[in-house]
C-alpha cells in the first residue's frame, strides 16, 4: 500500500515568515498533488507535478518534486493570513487510486 | 459547467438505516471517485469507477455499495449505517487522458450517525 506523510502536521507561523511542508510518499508515483481545504469546504487544486525536478509556483506557493528521494515541497514566502487553511498532498498510483496524506494544518497570526 | 455536485449537503441517520449519496458531474470525465473525511485527517478512498459499468473498491470500501450506470452519475450507497461511517463524503471526477489527471471535487456531504 503506498503511504503518504506529511509533516508538520499543525503550523503557526507569522505574517511575512518563510516556512517549508514536507510531502513523503513510499512508492514510486506518477504524478504528485497540492490541495488546498478551507474550514468547511472542498478540497482546491493547487498544483500537479509531473516530474522530477518539477518546479511549479502561484502567488507566494512554490511546489517542487524530487522523485528519486520521493520528496516533495510546498513553500510559503512572506504567509499572509488568507494562506491559512490546510494543505494535503496527494499521489496517484497506476492513475486509478489516489493516496492522501493527513494534511498540514496552517495557521498565520497577524 | 456545474463542475461535480453532489447531495444532500447534511444528513442525520440513525443507526441502521440506509441511504444513497448523490455526485453527478458535467465534465464528462471517465474517472470518479468517492472518500470519506474523518475530523483531523486526509481523504481515505471508498470506491472508484473508469468508467460506466466499471467499479472497483479503494482502501475502505465496507459497509457502502457503488454503482455507475452512466459517465455522469455515481452514486454512494450506505446499507446499515453504523456509527462508524460518521464522516464527510466528498465526491471527485478526473480525466485520465490528461497528463494532470487532476482530480475536481465536489462540495461534499456531512453525515452524522447516530
Known amino acids: 500500500e503506498l503511504k503518504v506523510e506529511q509533516n508538520p502536521l499543525f503550523l503557526s507561523m507569522q505574517e511575512g515568515k518563510n516556512y517549508t511542508i514536507y510531502c513523503n510518499y513510499s512508492t514510486t508515483s506518477d504524478r504528485l498533488y497540492w490541495y488546498r481545504q478551507d474550514p468547511g469546504k472542498s478540497l482546491e487544486s493547487l498544483f500537479v507535478?509531473?516530474?522530477?525536478?518539477a518546479v511549479k509556483q502561484e502567488g507566494r506557493l512554490m511546489a517542487s518534486l524530487d522523485t528519486k528521494a520521493r520528496l516533495s515541497t510546498l513553500h510559503i514566502t512572506a504567509a499572509v493570513h488568507d494562506l491559512s487553511a490546510t494543505y494535503f498532498c496527494a499521489v496517484d498510483n497506476t492513475g486509478n487510486q489516489f493516496y492522501f496524506g493527513t494534511g498540514t494544518s496552517l495557521t498565520v497570526i497577524p | 459547467n456545474a463542475g461535480v455536485t453532489q447531495t444532500p449537503k447534511f444528513r442525520i441517520l440513525k443507526i441502521g438505516q440506509s441511504m444513497t449519496l448523490q455526485c453527478a458531474q458535467d465534465?464528462?470525465?471517465?474517472?470518479m471517485y468517492w472518500y470519506r473525511q474523518d475530523p483531523g485527517m486526509g481523504l481515505k478512498l471508498i470506491y472508484y469507477?473508469?468508467?460506466?459499468?466499471?467499479?472497483d473498491k479503494g482502501e475502505v470500501p465496507n459497509g457502502y455499495n457503488v454503482s455507475r450506470s452512466t459517465t455522469e452519475d455515481f452514486p454512494l450507497r450506505l446499507e446499515l449505517a453504523a456509527p462508524s461511517q460518521t464522516s464527510v463524503y466528498f465526491c471527485?471526477?478526473?480525466?485520465?487522458?490528461?497528463?494532470?489527471?487532476?482530480?475536481?471535487f465536489g462540495p461534499g456531504t456531512r453525515l452524522t450517525v447516530l
Open positions: 469507477s473508469v468508467g460506466a459499468g466499471i467499479t
Open positions: 507535478l509531473l516530474s522530477n525536478g
Open positions: 471527485a471526477s478526473s480525466y485520465p487522458g490528461s497528463s494532470y489527471n487532476e482530480q475536481f
Open positions: 465534465m464528462n470525465h471517465n474517472y
